[in-house]
């Protein structure tokens, strides 16, 4: 936690104290996964990591032509998946900073542009979209835009924070840089990749598949996430947030997930 730890120190606290509160994070932490034992297995799974180490790869074929859309410097498809199955990867991405940080040769092409605003050339066997949805202000005009990109048959994978976790809803209430500022101080390391303005435009799975099919996309498939690790720093709480997850869960289903994938097929075309 070297930030929070430099900002500390520059406030007048002594490194002793901060030692002390970087040990007791920490320590939060390892209680919060002994806490989370007495929990069934379907609350365990990481959906970024499912969707990253296993959905995706699933859908990967020798020679697909795949757009990875709002990647930026962070492509989801590293250098030796892409050279085995001689993928041919278009990043597209609002930020043309983010597009130029990325490793170099992971993108064949890239494409500065708005998703809300872009429209496609029906091409693409693959769109991968990780964490988006969320940032853009019209979720339904981000998925015509990824439906316009995808060649007739072609999936759409999409990964999704869900508007109804407790974070999502404390992530639209907070300033934005009050939100920032905290999240960087028990969270050093999500600097990085993190503080994107987020509005969770109809960002349940409910919506996302009835937007999906208004612009010609079929849900093949959907896996739901019950995890997340933004209360892990303090475990009173964490309970109490997994104590409400069971109980939301209980009496709003599919709604109640922390996170979600769906697996969209474009019509037309073979299956």
């Known amino acids: ?3 929070a730890v430099e900002r500390a120190s ?16 920490d320590s939060q932490v390892r209680l919060t996964y002994r806490f989370d034992r007495i929990f069934p297995p379907g609350f365990h799974l990481d959906g970024n990591r499912d969707f990253l180490g ?24 590293g250098r030796h998946i892409k050279e085995n199955l001689g993928l041919h990867i278009i990043g597209l991405d609002i930020a043309p900073g983010e597009l130029a940080s990325a490793p170099e040769a992971l993108y064949d092409e890239t ?8 429209r496609g050339r029906g091409e693409a066997d693959l769109v991968i979209c990780q964490a988006l949805l969320e940032h853009v202000r019209d979720t ?19 990964f999704v924070p869900c508007r109804n976790a407790v974070y999502a809803r404390l992530n639209l209430a907070l300033p934005e840089g009050l939100k920032r500022r905290i999240l960087y101080a028990v969270y050093p390391k999500m600097r ?28 093949e498939s959907r896996r739901l996430y019950f995890t997340s690790d933004y209360f892990r720093f303090c475990l009173p709480l964490h309970a109490l947030w997994r104590l409400w997850l069971l109980l939301f869960r209980w009496f709003a289903s599919a709604e109640a997930a922390e996170t979600f994938s769906v697996v969209f097929r474009k019509e037309g075309g073979r299956s």
């Not at 520059?10 to 994070?25: E, Q």
């Not at 494409?111 to 872009?118: K, L, Q, S």
């Not at 960002?203 to 996302?208: E, M, N, Q, Y």
Request: with cysteine.
């Open 111 to 118: 494409v500065c542009a708005d998703i809300t605003g872009y």
């Open 10 to 25: 520059s406030s007048g606290l002594r490194a002793p104290a901060v030692s002390w509160l970087r040990g007791l994070i």
């Open 54 to 77: 296993d959905l995706v790869a699933r859908y990967l074929h020798r020679g697909a032509l795949i757009y990875d859309v709002g990647g930026g410097k962070n492509p989801v498809i």
């Open 1 to 3: 936690m070297t930030n």
């Open 140 to 158: 339904g005009a981000a998925l015509a835009a990824i439906s316009s990109i995808l060649k007739p048959g072609g999936r759409a994978l999409i």
């Open 192 to 219: 990085r990749d993190q503080g994107f303005p987020a509005y969770y435009d109809r960002c349940t799975p409910a919506a996302i598949e009835d937007l999906g099919r208004r612009h010609g996309l079929t849900r």
